[in-house]
C-alpha cells in the first residue's frame, strides 16, 4: 500500500509585491521518508519551507501538511511537526539543559532531556551556556528544540550550514536516527553530499520551479557516465577520438588540460567499456599515456550544475 502523503505541495505560487519567488512547484513527501529539497541561491526553497511551516499563506497553489492547511490550521498542524529554522532563537546566558527544560516546560508530550540531548550528541554540554557553544553545537540544540515534542514531521532549513565536516557529520547521525525512528523530515541543504547521504527523494530547485525530482538514482538516470583524462602533452585537441560520437570538453586542470567526455545511454552500460576501449587503442597506437584517466557516473553536481546552467526545464520522475 502507498504510504501516506505527510506533505503536499500541488501547484504552489508564492509572490513578493510583483516578484515571483515561486512559480508553481508540485512535490510530495511520503511517510517516514526524508525529502530534499536543493537549489541555486534564491530558487526558492526557504519561501517554500516557510509556506510548507505555515508562516505564510500560499499566492496560489494548494499546500497540506498531514491532510491539513499548515496557514488556516496552525495550531492542529503544529503540535506534530518540529521546526529547526535556519536563524535559531536561543538565550545566550542559558545552558543547554536550562535550554531544553524551558522547551520541555511548554510542549506537551515532551521527551525526557538527557534522551534529547543523547540524540543531539550534546549530552556531555548539559551545563555550558548557549554562547558559549560552538556554532555547530548551537544548531544542534535549535534541532535538539525541534524534536523535544516528539514531532511526527520534521522541517529543517539548512540544518548544517556552517558546521565543520565532523559536526555534519553528526548532525548526519542523528537525523538519519530520526529517521529510522518514523519521523518524516522535509530538509533543505546547499551541501548536495547531504543531500545524497539522507535523501530517499530530492528535489532540485531553480529560478521558482522544480527542475528535476525523484530518487538520487533517477535524478542521475540520463545525465550520462564521463570519462576524463588529462590530454597528453603530445597530442592536439584537435586529435582526440570521439568515441560514439563524443565531443571532448577540454577544462584546466592542475597537471594540464583535460578531456571530459559526457557518454549518454543507460548509465555504467557498455557504452562506457566501448568508448574506454575506443580510447585505450587510440592512445596504445600512439604510446600515449591518459593520466588520470577516470570513468564515472554522472554526480549529483553534475545534475546540479546542468540544472543551474541550462534554463530548459528536465522531466521529474516522480
Ligand atoms: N521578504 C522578501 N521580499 C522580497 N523578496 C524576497 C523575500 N524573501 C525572499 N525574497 C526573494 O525570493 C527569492 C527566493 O528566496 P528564498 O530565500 O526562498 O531562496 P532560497 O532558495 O532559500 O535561497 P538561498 O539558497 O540563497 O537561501 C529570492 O530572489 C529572494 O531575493
Not at 176 to 194: F, S
Not at 207 to 229: K, N
Not at 279 to 289: G, M
Request: proline share 6%; aromatic share 4%.
Amino acid at each position: 500500500m502507498a504510504k501516506d502523503k505527510i506533505v503536499e505541495v500541488a501547484g504552489l505560487h508564492q509572490r513578493y509585491g510583483d516578484f515571483e519567488a515561486v512559480r508553481g512547484i508540485s512535490f510530495e513527501v511520503r511517510e517516514g521518508e526524508l525529502f530534499a529539497l536543493l537549489g541555486t541561491n534564491g530558487a526558492g526553497k526557504t519561501t517554500t519551507m516557510e509556506t510548507v511551516e505555515g508562516f505564510r499563506p500560499a499566492s496560489a497553489g494548494t499546500v497540506r501538511v498531514l491532510g491539513r492547511d499548515p496557514h488556516r490550521e496552525r495550531r492542529a498542524v503544529r503540535s506534530h511537526v518540529g521546526i529547526m529554522l535556519q536563524e535559531g532563537g536561543l538565550f545566550p546566558d542559558l545552558t543547554v539543559a536550562e535550554t531544553v527544560d524551558l522547551w520541555r516546560d511548554i510542549v506537551p508530550g515532551a521527551r525526557p532531556r538527557d534522551e534529547v540531548l543523547e540524540q543531539v550528541v550534546l549530552a556531555d554540554r548539559a551545563d555550558v551556556r548557549a554562547r558559549q557553544l560552538s556554532g555547530g553545537q548551537k544548531r544542534r540544540l535549535d534541532l535538539a528544540l525541534a524534536i523535544v515534542a516528539r514531532p511526527r514531521v520534521l522541517f529543517l532549513d539548512e540544518p548544517t550550514t556552517g558546521m565543520d565536516p565532523e559536526a555534519r557529520r553528526t548532525t548526519w547521525h542523528t537525523v538519519r536516527g530520526l529517521v529510522a525512528d518514523g519521523t518524516t523530515v522535509l530538509l533543505t541543504t546547499h551541501y548536495l553530499e547531504e543531500a545524497e547521504q539522507l535523501a530517499d527523494r530530492l528535489a532540485i530547485m531553480h529560478q521558482g520551479t522544480v527542475r528535476v525530482a525523484g530518487t538520487v538514482a533517477e535524478v542521475l538516470a540520463g545525465h550520462g557516465d564521463r570519462i576524463s583524462f588529462r590530454i597528453p602533452p603530445q597530442a592536439a585537441v584537435a586529435e582526440l577520438p570521439r568515441p560514439h560520437g563524443a565531443e571532448p570538453q577540454v577544462s584546466a586542470g592542475g597537471g594540464g588540460p583535460v578531456a571530459t567526455y559526457t557518454l549518454t545511454g543507460p548509465p555504467t552500460g557498455p557504452g562506457v567499456q566501448r568508448a574506454l576501449r575506443e580510447l585505450l587503442d587510440w592512445a596504445d597506437d600512439r604510446r600515449l599515456e591518459l593520466a588520470g584517466l577516470e570513468a564515472r557516473s554522472a554526480s549529483l553536481e553534475d545534475v546540479f550544475l546542468r540544472v543551474a546552467g541550462h534554463p530548459a526545464v528536465e522531466e521529474a520522475h516522480r
